[in-house]
């Protein structure tokens, strides 16, 4: 029995068998390329197989990438399949060929909060290779953003110099001599690639914007194979200064109507502070999610500044909740855990174990998409821990999309729910307070209890559970 226990978790611990991971729904446009890597743990050589795959899609059986054209318009119910020498998995995976993209958050990576604009094609290379290495892909992580940085910067001594080509096309900065090469590298992976612009004649940081060469440059950035765009408002407000709906909604109507008759699935990511309640028109406009509130930053390098820029904005989402769902998410920003920039230095967050894991916990209750802003190569075994629990992680990607609201507030005690596909629900105890609390958790009748950090099953409680949590940490439950 102790050698079987053993056993037991030593397969756990070293995920020697094989798992299939990730969203259970994906949508997808008839005719537009498909691309997607089975995100599958367990000891590589692993054999991919797939029952019930649509015509023109085809399974690279070794990589576990599927790649092709979307078939026509319907719902294909998928069987993904997993076999190595230790076991086989599978896991169903329903691809719905219609309008709707980001039928779950996206899960990515961002290079604003590792580099800012100091941004490189290799060190781009380097991070998309990363996040097949360090096992983040396996996990469902898939998009690989380029931020602010990568255009002509004019004005500038090494980034200035004509901003577009004599027809009017965009022009890389000499530190991306080749765009479409980096995209179709960050394909080859089995990833996604995305692109940043504004709207305005220049970016946040003052390169070359996109306005009045909105359809041309959407142009180039399918031509280039892109696959997500954050469109940032940054100068748009200087040619249309009146804060009025109207002017908020404009550039992004504009460019959202672009987006959805575009020949590639395009994940639209509206980046423009929460002006307007952008929550309240974000998916009419086509945005696929819309950040809610200002930068979530690490500007200041004082510990207690940054947890509570996480918090304020993290625990800031609750009243959002009804906004969010399947093809349109609240974006509270990027996950900054692991080496980040800490003021303009690359260094470890300086956030606590506890603090971390509510960090995640919180987005991953929000249905937020998860993009991650740390150096990939520099992740430490605590934070990769966090970053690649499937159970939460599958929270967050859930197929019903509900986002999570508190069901119980008690100073800053706070438990929040959200409710699952698979008819349980996830409870999150939070405690906020800078000391150590009791949390209750209270519902009718009995329920079976899950800890999702402890991967253990609780067992069986009436009315009520209760559990000791950290400062600043969080207690998370599946609850049947
Ligand atoms: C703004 C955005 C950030 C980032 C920078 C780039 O501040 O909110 O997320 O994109 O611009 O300059």
């Not at 800890?451 to 609850?479: M, N, Q, T």
Request: aromatic share 10%; with cysteine; charged share 20%.
């Amino acid at each position: 029995m102790k050698h079987l226990s053993l056993l037991v978790f030593t397969l756990a611990v070293f995920g020697q068998e094989p798992a299939i991971h990730g969203p259970k729904i994906l949508g997808t446009r008839p005719g537009n390329p498909f691309l997607y890597r089975i995100p599958a743990t367990g000891a590589r050589p692993i054999t991919f197989s797939a029952r019930h795959l649509p015509a023109g899609l085809t399974l690279d059986p070794a990589t576990g990438i599927i790649a092709g054209a979307t078939p026509r318009a319907g719902t294909y119910n998928v069987t993904l399949r997993a076999r190595n020498g230790q076991g086989k998995s599978s896991r169903k995976l329903r691809i719905v060929a219609a309008g709707a993209i980001a039928l779950t958050p996206p899960m990515g990576w961002s290079t604003w909060y590792m580099a800012y604009e100091n941004i490189t094609d290799q060190l781009v290379r380097e991070q998309a290779a990363a996040m097949v290495s360090s096992g983040l892909a396996d996990h469902g992580y898939t998009y690989i953003n380029l931020d602010d940085g990568w255009n002509i910067k004019p004005g500038d001594p090494k980034r200035g110099g004509p901003a577009r080509n004599p027809d009017g096309s965009l022009r890389t900065n000499p530190d991306f001599p080749d765009m479409k090469a980096l995209v179709d590298s960050i394909h080859s992976h089995g990833l996604k690639a995305g692109i940043y612009i504004s709207p305005g004649p220049l970016t946040c940081a003052k390169y070359e914007g996109s306005l009045n060469h909105e359809s041309q440059d959407l142009n180039t950035f399918v031509a280039w194979g892109f696959d997500f765009l954050k469109y940032d408002w940054c100068s748009y407000g200087r040619v249309f200064p009146d804060k009025t709906l109207e002017n908020y909604k404009r550039p992004y109507i504009l460019m959202g109507g672009l987006l959805k008759q575009a020949p590639r699935d395009i994940v639209f990511n509206t980046c423009q502070y929460g002006m307007g309640n952008v929550w309240e028109w974000g998916r009419e406009v086509g945005g696929n999610y819309w950040r809610t509130t200002g930068d979530i930053s690490l500007g200041s390098t004082k510990t207690a500044d940054f947890w509570s820029s996480v918090d304020k904005i993290g625990f800031g989402q609750q009243g959002k909740e009804k906004f969010a769902g399947p093809g349109g998410w609240n974006d509270p920003d990027n996950i900054l855990i692991g080496h980040v920039l800490v003021g303009q230095t690359l260094g470890p967050t300086p956030l606590s174990l506890d603090e971390r894991k509510t960090y995640f916990s919180l987005w991953s209750m929000l249905a937020a998409p998860l993009v991650l802003g740390s150096d990939l190569t520099k992740l430490d075994p605590e934070t990769l821990a966090i970053l690649t629990n499937d159970e939460v992680i599958d929270i967050n990607q859930d197929s019903l999309g509900i986002q999570a609201a508190p069901i119980r507030k008690d100073g800053p005690l706070e438990v929040w729910s959200r409710k699952l596909d698979d008819g349980a629900e996830a409870i999150a105890l939070f405690n906020r307070g800078s000391q150590p609390a009791r949390v209750t958790y209270e519902f009718p009748g009995s329920r079976r209890l899950r800890d999702l950090w402890h991967h253990k099953d609780l067992g069986k409680f009436k009315r009520s559970y209760a559990a000791e949590v950290p400062a600043h940490g969080v207690v998370l439950l599946k609850s049947r």
